[in-house]
């Protein structure tokens, strides 16, 4: 199965900041095999647009991630963007609770488990994000027959910015008490990853969130080049 390779920009870089980072991403991975990897990337939602078109340009395998959604379908709900609004964009998957949603704007398992519903009718698959304590609490919210559709991060808080990245034999368990709750899902790791430690993580994970050492579009095609020609 091709690795998941996920940049995450988080509130990060301005709309010219941002396709300034993509021109030099696509530059540098052009010549690269990539075919054993899937490399994904969330920039804010006011650089998708861009991206999505730029995507399309270059025709390049670089799948277009949301951040975050609303947890209500389109309507009146102001300030929110739903999935209608971002019907168009091409976009493959969108991250939900992640730890900062949940730990800065309240965000709770039910809110994430409406979202999973919004990204499955917007076509994208959503990338769940959790922590051990709120593990099982997340995993019953969400609805038994979407499960499936969703891929799994654990994404241990102290890890995350930290450069305390998760111990391997930890993730693993985690992964095997999320397979045991949720099925044989999608399982990601995420938390201070970079382009030395990814491999030890893509033995037991099917893929990575990047926040943190992605920023740098050298260092993100540098991590992508060193799983790309390791796998
Ligand atoms: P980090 O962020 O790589 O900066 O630790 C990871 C994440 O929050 O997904």
């Keep these: 199965m091709r690795k998941l390779l996920l940049s995450n920009f988080k509130s990060n870089k301005s709309i010219t900041e941002a396709n300034n980072w993509l021109d030099t991403f696509l530059e540098k991975i052009s010549l690269l095999n990539t075919s054993s990897v899937e ?7 006011l650089s998708l647009e861009e991206f999505s078109q730029k995507i399309a340009a270059a025709s390049v395998p670089l799948q277009l991630t949301t951040q975050n959604i609303s947890a209500y379908p389109a309507g009146s709900y102001t300030g929110a963007i739903s999935v ?7 976009l493959q998957y969108a991250i939900v609770g992640h730890s900062e949603r949940r730990k800065y704007f309240g965000e709770t398992s039910q809110i994430v488990a409406q979202k999973v519903e919004q990204a499955i009718d917007g076509g994208m698959t959503p990338v769940v994000c959790l922590d051990t304590e709120y593990l099982e609490e997340q995993i019953a919210a969400i ?3 979407l499960l499936e559709k969703c891929i799994f991060a ?3 808080l ?11 034999g930890r993730v693993k368990k985690v992964s095997q008490r ?19 430690n990814v491999l030890e993580y893509l033995l037991v994970c099917d893929g990575v969130l990047v926040g943190s050492f992605s920023l740098d579009p050298s260092q993100f095609a540098q991590l992508v080049t060193t799983v790309a020609t390791n796998s």
């Design 39 to 45: 490399i994904a990337v969330a920039p804010s939602f």
């Design 178 to 196: 999320i397979k045991t709750l949720a099925g044989e899902v999608k399982f990601l790791y995420g938390g201070s990853v970079t382009a030395e």
């Design 158 to 168: 102290s890890a995350i910015g930290s450069g305390k990245n998760a111990d391997v």
């Design 143 to 145: 609805e038994l027959n």
């Design 154 to 156: 654990y994404e241990p």
């Design 84 to 90: 209608k609004n971002l019907e168009g964009l091409n």
